[in-house]
């Protein structure tokens, strides 16, 4: 059966339109990602038990929403993105403690480097020389976005930073590689692990009732929501693409901390924030 210029046309149109709307999931995802410096902030808790419980009650809600598509079946990419989820939700935690959330950003968010060295190999999916040239000019906006604030200490904190980095890129590479199946199993045992590993940190104390509504929207929407949404999105856009876009969010926390508490930043995270925005915009408009 031959293909008419007409179903050639409908069928691109219909991959364009999907392909923006997993790029808008992409950016609302970041959005939702970029409140959980400022819902943290309302839980007076031990970092690893408010990472415990987040996740807790991540997995809750995914599997009462999302029942009918938890089929455990223990492959390789199910496993290791529940691992690399895992990984990525408390080292991040870790790190924040153990060094400035300036360093543990930027550092985690060297994930994009492992995305595009590693995506010909693992996805066969080949990295462009504008995907580089956005990931430098990314960089280069967080360099200047955090100037003020990096630090030379704390170097335990900077390596578990790294790994974290190390993780979210291979989380991306995971559920990019289970495209064809649902993700929701793969997050659900994340998020119980990640829940196992702070469990013996939620016995010290108890967060009060605001604390315990901050963890409850830490757990539906900052982080069970926008994974699912991210999932999802990563079906229909490459890897690098999926890791690059909602590398708006650092941006973001700042805009929620001036809007809610007055706190201005200066010039050059200005203009780092803007070299960022900008580069995202620009890639979330490529349609490539």
Not at 41 to 57: C, E, F, H
Not at 171 to 183: E, N, V, Y
Not at 240 to 267: A, D, R, S
Request: proline share 5%; aromatic share 10%; glycine share 10%.
């Amino acid at each position: 059966m031959s293909v008419t210029p007409e179903h050639s046309t409908s069928a691109t149109a219909v991959a364009s339109l999907t392909h923006r709307r997993a790029v808008l999931m992409l950016l609302v995802t970041a959005l939702l990602w970029s409140l959980g410096g400022l819902l943290i902030k309302w839980v007076d808790w031990n970092p690893l038990a408010i990472a415990g419980m987040r996740s807790l009650i991540g997995a809750a809600i995914m599997v009462l929403v999302f029942r009918h598509e938890l089929q455990f079946n223990g492959s390789f990419e199910q496993i290791g993105a529940a691992v690399a989820y895992a990984g990525t939700v408390v080292l991040f935690v870790v790190a924040n403690k153990l060094t400035t959330a300036a360093n543990a950003i930027l550092l985690q968010y060297t994930a994009p480097v492992y995305v595009a060295l590693f995506s010909p190999w693992f996805l066969g999916e080949p990295t462009r020389r504008n995907d580089w040239l956005s990931l430098a000019v990314i960089m280069l906006g967080m360099l200047l976005f955090f100037g003020d604030e990096l630090s030379f200490q704390g170097y335990l904190g900077n390596g578990v930073a790294l790994v974290s980095g190390f993780c979210f890129g291979w989380l991306t590479l995971f559920l990019r590689r289970h495209r064809d199946q649902s993700a929701i199993p793969a997050l659900v045992l994340g998020n119980l692990l990640a829940a196992l590993i702070g469990l013996p940190f939620m016995f010290q104390s108890l967060p009060d009732v605001t604390g315990w509504v901050g963890l409850v929207l830490l757990g539906v929407v900052q982080l069970g929501l926008p994974y699912v949404m991210y999932a999802f999105a990563l079906r229909h856009v490459r890897a690098v693409e999926g890791i690059l876009i909602p590398m708006i969010e650092p941006v973001l926390n700042p805009v929620w901390v001036f809007l809610l508490l007055g706190e201005t930043p200066g010039p050059l995270a200005l203009l780092g924030g803007a070299i960022i925005l900008g580069a995202v915009l620009a890639r979330a408009r490529d349609k490539r």
